[in-house]
C-alpha cells in the first residue's frame, strides 16, 4: 500500500540542504523484491522506480538530490578507497560531495561523527537528513540533532517498497533529462501530437505549409546520412563483437563524456522536444526509444518514423535507449578538432545516442538502426534493410537494392499492400517492421508514374525536404541542393493501401534489384537461396562515371546494399540471413533494373512498366507466364520471352546481338571481380556459401 506525501516514514524534509548515506545492501543494490507493477499512476513515477528497479537506490537518491540541488555524501565504517570504487562504479562518485569512512567513526560508542560532517558541509543538523539501516545508525542521528529515515538493510524484506520515496515532491516532471544529467532545460515539449508540431514548425519559422498541408523544409544545409560518420564508444563489453571500418570508428569512454559535458553546457537554457515511441511493432521485440530533438520538424519526422506510444502503454513506458539530435552544437568548437563536424555517437553501454551537428533527419533513424543492428542478432532477430510487400494471403515480399526510390515503387504499384520502408526484423518465427513511416526520394515525382506516393505528398503533416515551393504554396518536386535527393517522410498512414499490422509470417518471394551499367546480367532471373546470399554479401552495382562512351562502367560494392549493417563483419551477417531463408524457403529473384545492351552512357533505368510486370506475375504465382532458358553465362534460369516487350530488354545475347564477342568477355570480368571479391570472405562464411562461389567460376 503506497502512503501519501505527508503519512510517508521516508519523506526528506522541506528545506533539506544535505543527504548523508549509509552504504549497505538497500541501498547498493536494486530493489530486486519489485516489479514493474508496483509502482503509481504518475509516469514520471513510474520513470523513477523503473530507474531504482534497474540501477538501486543509491542512484536515486543522487537523482533526487541534483533534481533539488541538494549535497550529498556517503557515511560508512568502510575503507574509504573501496567506498570509493564501489561509488564509480555505480556512476555517482562525481556526485558526491565527501565520502566519509571508519575514520569518522567515534573510537569509544562507534557512533558515527554526524557533527564533523555537518561542520565540514557548512550545515545545521535540522537542515540535514540521514539514511541507514541499523540502530547504530540511529543513534547516531539522535546523539547529533539530525532528521532519520531508516530503510532495511536487506532487499529480501518484503515489507520495504521504493514507492514511499516516489512520494516526494518534485518541482515538474523532468521527462528523464535528470537522469541524464541534463539540468537547466529552459522549456521542454513532451510527446506533443502531430498538429501540435506542425504549429511549432510554424511558429518558430523552420518551414512552411504548404497547398494542401505538408510541409516544406528549406531553411536547412540539406546533407545525406551516408556522410554522417558513426562513432562507438570502445569498452569491454561490445569492442571484441563490433566489425571497425571506415563507417564505424571507434571513440573513448573518456572522450565520450568530454563531449556529454559539453553537450549539456550548450543545452542549458534551451529548449527540447520529446517523442517517445518504439522501435519495432511486436510487443515481443520492441524497443522503447526516448528521442529529443533541438527542433520541431525533427520531432515529427520521428513522430512519422517510429511507432507511437498508446496511452496505454506509456503508463509502463520507460526507454530503453535515450537519442539526442543537436544539429546547432559545434563539435569542434567542444574540444573535437579531430574529429567531423557531423557525427553519431553510440554508447552502448549507457545506452545513449548522440546526433551532434548533422543536419540530415534521417541522421536520427540512421542511429536508431544501427544500434539495433547490434542489439537484434542477440534475441535471435536479424535486422533486414529493404522495403516489403503483403499480400492478402499474407505472403510476404522483399525487395532488397541501393536505390531505394526504385524499391518503394516497386512495392507501392501492385495489388499488395505496403508493409515496410526500409528496416525490418527478421525473426524464428516471422517478419516485422520496424518502423512505421515511409522516406523516400521524390526527385521530379510523377503521379502517373507513383500515385500512392504522389497522394502522400499532398496529405497533412508530410515532411518535404531540398525541394522548391511557388508564391501558391505547391511544392516543386526538384532538387534544390543538386548534390542530394529531395525527400518526403510520412508515416505509413498516408499510403492508401498499407497494412498496419506491422507482423508477418516469413517472406515468401526477396527480390533483388541490381544496377547493372554494364548491361550483362540478365532481365530476371531466379536464383537459389545460396546464389541469393552472395549476390547481397556482394552488394554489386556498376555505373558510368562520365558521358557516353568514357571508358567503362565503374564497378562498386557495398555488403547489403547498406553500411549501417558493417557494425557485423559481413560473412557472419550473410551467415545469419541465409538461416533465414534457408528456414522461410523463400524464392529469390535477380532483378537488373538498368537496360541491357552497350548502352555506353547511364541512360537511365529499365522500361518500368516490365518491372512492374515481372514482380506481379512472380507474386501472383504465375511464373509459368514466363519463357525461361539457362543463361550460358550465368548458368541460371532466366527469361528470354514474355508478353509483347521486346527480346532485347528481356535477354542480354538479344541485346548484344552485334557484338556478342564483348558480351563474353565482359561476363568473364564480371565473374572474376565477383570471385576475387568474395575471396576475402571465404574462410568465415558457411560451407554451403563457399560451395555456392563455384557460381562465379569460368
Known amino acids: 500500500m503506497s502512503h501519501s506525501a505527508e503519512q510517508s516514514q521516508y519523506r526528506i524534509p522541506a528545506g533539506t540542504r544535505l543527504i548523508i548515506v549509509d552504504a549497505h ?59 570509493s570504487g564501489i561509488a564509480q562504479q555505480f556512476g555517482v562518485y562525481d556526485k558526491l560531495k565527501r565520502i566519509y569512512g571508519a575514520e569518522h567513526i567515534d573510537k569509544w560508542d562507534y557512533l558515527k561523527r554526524l557533527d564533523r560532517i555537518l561542520e565540514q558541509c557548512e550545515v545545521a543538523p535540522e537542515e540535514a537528513v540521514f539514511i541507514g539501516d541499523s540502530q547504530v545508525d540511529r543513534f547516531s542521528a539522535e546523539k547529533y540533532g539530525v532528521p532519520f529515515i531508516q530503510v532495511p538493510n536487506t532487499v529480501e524484506d518484503r515489507t520495504f517498497s521504493f514507492n514511499a520515496f516516489l512520494e516526494i515532491d518534485f518541482d515538474r516532471g523532468d521527462y528523464g533529462l535528470e537522469l541524464l544529467n541534463l539540468h537547466g532545460i529552459r522549456q521542454v515539449a513532451h510527446n506533443l501530437s502531430t498538429p501540435q508540431l506542425v504549429e511549432e514548425i510554424i511558429r518558430r519559422n523552420e518551414g512552411l ?37 571506415e563507417e564505424i570508428a571507434p571513440i573513448s569512454m573518456e572522450r565520450y563524456q568530454q563531449l556529454f559535458e559539453q553537450l549539456k553546457e550548450f543545452l542549458e ?36 518514423m517510429f511507432r507511437q506510444a498508446s496511452e496505454e502503454e506509456m503508463c509502463a513506458f520507460f526507454p530503453e535507449y535515450t537519442l539526442i539530435h543537436v544539429p546547432d552544437f559545434d563539435v569542434r568548437k567542444a574540444g573535437g578538432e579531430d574529429l567531423p563536424d557531423d557525427l553519431i555517437l553510440i554508447n ?97 515525382l510523377d503521379k502517373v508514374r507513383d500515385p500512392e506516393i504522389y497522394a502522400a505528398t499532398r496529405k497533412f503533416s508530410t515532411i518535404v525536404e531540398n525541394a522548391g515551393i511557388n508564391q501558391q504554396r505547391r511544392i516543386l518536386f526538384a532538387r534544390k541542393n543538386p548534390a542530394y535527393h529531395a525527400i518526403a517522410s510520412f508515416p505509413i498512414s498516408h499510403l492508401q493501401s498499407a497494412d498496419r499490422s506491422g507482423v508477418a509470417d516469413f517472406p515468401k518471394h526477396l527480390f533483388i534489384l541490381v544496377k547493372d551499367a554494364m548491361g550483362v546480367l540478365p532481365a530476371l532471373s531466379g536464383m537459389t537461396r545460396e546464389q541469393a546470399t552472395l549476390l547481397l554479401l556482394l552488394g554489386f552495382e556498376s555505373r558510368w562515371s562520365g558521358g557516353a562512351g568514357d571508358g567503362s562502367p565503374v564497378i562498386s560494392f557495398l555488403p547489403f546494399y547498406n553500411s549501417d549493417l558493417s557494425i557485423y563483419h559481413p560473412p557472419f551477417y550473410a551467415g545469419l540471413l541465409y538461416e533465414k531463408m534457408e528456414r522461410s524457403g523463400s524464392d529469390c529473384w535477380l532483378l537488373n533494373v538498368k537496360p541491357l545492351g552497350p548502352c555506353g552512357d547511364e541512360s537511365g533505368l529499365a522500361d518500368l512498366q516490365l518491372l512492374r510486370r515481372f514482380v506481379s506475375v512472380i507474386q501472383q504465382g504465375n511464373p509459368a507466364q514466363i519463357a525461361w532458358q539457362n543463361d550460358r553465362y550465368w548458368r541460371l534460369q532466366s527469361v528470354y520471352r514474355f508478353e509483347t516487350f521486346a527480346e532485347n530488354q528481356l535477354n542480354p545475347e538479344k541485346a548484344w546481338e552485334s557484338d556478342l564477342n564483348r558480351l563474353l568477355v565482359t561476363n568473364s570480368l564480371l565473374r572474376r571481380v565477383f570471385r576475387e571479391r568474395l575471396e576475402r570472405y571465404r574462410a568465415e562464411l558457411a560451407p554451403a556459401l563457399v560451395d555456392a562461389m563455384q557460381w562465379f567460376d569460368d
Not at 537554457?269 to 521485440?285: K, L, N, P, T, W
Open 348 to 444: 552502448l553501454l549507457k545506452k545513449l545516442i548522440l546526433v551532434l551537428g548533422a543536419s540530415s533527419s534521417n541522421a536520427t533513424r540512421k542511429a536508431v538502426f544501427l544500434t539495433l543492428s547490434f542489439i537484434l542478432p542477440k534475441n535471435d532477430m536479424i535486422p533486414v534493410r529493404c522495403s516489403a510487400n503483403k499480400a492478402d494471403d499474407g505472403s510476404l515480399s522483399l525487395f532488397f537494392g541501393k536505390d531505394h526510390g526504385l524499391k518503394n515503387s516497386l512495392c507501392l504499384n501492385t495489388n499488395h499492400a505496403f508493409f515496410g520502408d526500409d528496416c525490418h526484423g527478421w525473426t524464428h518465427t516471422g517478419f516485422t517492421n520496424i518502423e512505421w513511416g515511409c522516406r523516400t526520394p521524390v526527385d521530379g
Open 269 to 304: 537554457d534551451q529548449s527540447v522536444y520529446i517523442q517517445d515511441c518504439f522501435a519495432g511493432s511486436e510487443a515481443s521485440c520492441r524497443i522503447p526509444l526516448r528521442i529529443i530533438t533541438q527542433t520541431a520538424w525533427r520531432n515529427l519526422f520521428v513522430r512519422h
Open 25 to 83: 545492501d538497500t541501498i547498493f543494490k536494486p530493489d530486486l523484491s519489485r516489479t514493474h507493477a508496483d509502482i503509481f499512476n504518475d509516469p514520471m513515477k513510474k520513470e523513477r522506480i523503473t530507474w531504482m528497479l534497474r540501477y538501486g537506490f543509491l542512484n536515486f537518491v543522487e537523482y533526487f538530490a541534483v533534481q533539488k540541488k541538494i549535497d550529498i555524501v556517503i557515511s560508512s565504517d568502510g575503507q574509504k578507497r573501496r567506498l
Open 209 to 245: 505549409l504548404a497547398h494542401l498541408g505538408p510541409i516544406v523544409i528549406n531553411r536547412e544545409e540539406f546533407q545525406s546520412a551516408n556522410e554522417i560518420i558513426v562513432y562507438i564508444v570502445k569498452e569491454p563489453s561490445s569492442e571484441s563483437e563490433i566489425n571497425w571500418n
